[in-house]
């Protein structure tokens, strides 16, 4: 005897941005890792690392329910410290612990990054050498 079995499945919503964003993270960071520092001055890697970091704590923010309209907002966008400000309101700081020294780093990395200084030539910068940068070879490595 054949019946007509009928399944209604309800709408499922998954977030999968937490994914992305860590995914690119991961990437970002391969990368930069991958390059080797010279003596001479390059803004690739400071970005790369950026990147990564930025990336990252967006997973983070994605997984605690941060809209991606939020993230992209002005108020936190491309701004390293505006983000991780955001995350520690949200429990970062029990999963990923940032010394004092490795938030002074991100802050010297956030004043070029989140003009995008790293991305697009500043000539002020340049001429001036780019005055506080972070150290690479410490603590973002």
Request: with cysteine.
């Amino acid at each position: 005897m054949t019946r007509n079995v009928t399944i209604k499945l309800e709408t499922i919503h998954i977030n999968l941005s937490p994914y992305g964003f860590n995914h690119y993270a991961e990437e970002y960071l391969a990368v930069a890792r991958s390059i080797k520092i010279g003596s001479t001055f390059s803004p690739v890697p400071y970005y790369l690392y950026c990147r990564c970091l930025e990336l990252g704590i967006k997973a983070f923010l994605s997984l605690k329910g941060v809209s991606k309209q939020e993230l992209k907002r002005k108020t936190l966008g491309h701004d390293l410290e505006a983000l991780l400000d955001k995350a520690e309101g949200l429990g970062f700081s029990k999963l990923v612990l940032l010394s004092p020294d490795e938030k002074v780093e991100i802050s010297k990395a956030n004043k070029y990054y989140a003009k995008k200084d790293f991305e697009y030539i500043n000539v002020s910068n340049v001429v001036r050498g780019y005055p506080q940068l972070p150290n690479l070879r410490s603590s973002l490595t």
